[in-house]
T-cell receptor, first 115, second 112 residues
Framework: NAGVTQTPKFQVLKTGQSMTLQCAQDMNHNSMYWYRQDPGMGLRLIYYSASEGTTDKGEVPNGYNVSRLNKREFSLRLESAAPSQTSVYFC??????????????FGDGTRLSIL | GESVGLHLPTLSVQEGDNSIINCAYSNSASDYFIWYKQESGKGPQFIID?????DKRQGQRVTVLLNKTVKHLSLQIAATQPGDSAVYFCAENIRGTYKYIFGTGTRLKVLA
């Protein structure tokens, strides 16, 4: 019972490099989310996908792009990494869409350091 | 592993005692609330949720209380165990949106 799987678990990049963080869920959930977690701050939403084929900006989208590849997979891309993007990134999914009062289920995160 | 929060408030309790963790939520339009547990190096784990039409909800060893008048949420853990040591944070969902607001959390330390 994997739930939400994120890869890689750790990554170190140099400023200006690009990379894609992968996320897949096996719970047949409609909605998927990308958050970043920084010390002393609550989780902040980067992008979300309410359903397959749709994506929308969250609270802190600048410097990121996303792709909802299919119902299972939602990737996050950093086109030109900056030190300010050093963070722990979490992917989450939830069963239903807006207003349905469903909890989000999280992966174990990707720890990303930008030098 | 990394620090979820370097300067989180910490609650220390003796093993076997009850723990109460508090959260002040921010938006009066929020109608759904969740408590998460996060262990070091792991993602947030769902514990219990409550809708705004309820004041109290109980799970296994956990109870969530909601006071909408003062926008306050609490998590009670009965007979706290060493495995309960983690960071706990609340989340609120603003009605009609995908937006969840997450608290910064409280670190629970269980003393043997």
């Amino acid at each position: 019972n994997a739930g939400v799987t994120q890869t890689p678990k750790f990554q170190v990049l140099k400023t200006g490099q690009s990379m894609t963080l992968q996320c897949a869920q096996d719970m047949n959930h409609n909605s998927m989310y990308w958050y970043r977690q920084d010390p002393g701050m609550g989780l902040r939403l980067i992008y979300y996908s309410a359903s397959e084929g749709t994506t929308d900006k969250g609270e802190v989208p600048n410097g990121y792009n996303v792709s909802r590849l299919n119902k299972r997979e939602f990737s996050l891309r950093l086109e030109s990494a900056a030190p300010s993007q050093t963070s722990v990134y979490f992917c989450a999914s939830s069963a239903r869409a807006l207003g349905s009062n469903q909890p989000q289920h999280f992966g174990d995160g990707t720890r990303l350091s930008i030098l | 592993g990394e620090s979820v929060g370097l300067h989180l408030p910490t609650l220390s309790v003796q093993e076997g005692d009850n723990s109460i963790i508090n959260c002040a939520y921010s938006n009066s339009a929020s109608d759904y609330f969740i408590w998460y547990k996060q262990e070091s190096g792991k993602g947030p784990q769902f514990i219990i949720d409550i809708r705004s039409n309820m004041d109290k909800r109980q799970g296994q060893r956990v109870t969530v209380l909601l006071n909408k008048t003062v926008k306050h949420l609490s998590l009670q853990i009965a007979a706290t165990q060493p495995g309960d040591s983690a960071v706990y944070f609340c989340a609120e969902n603003i009605r009609g949106t995908y937006k969840y607001i997450f608290g910064t959390g409280t670190r629970l330390k269980v003393l043997a």
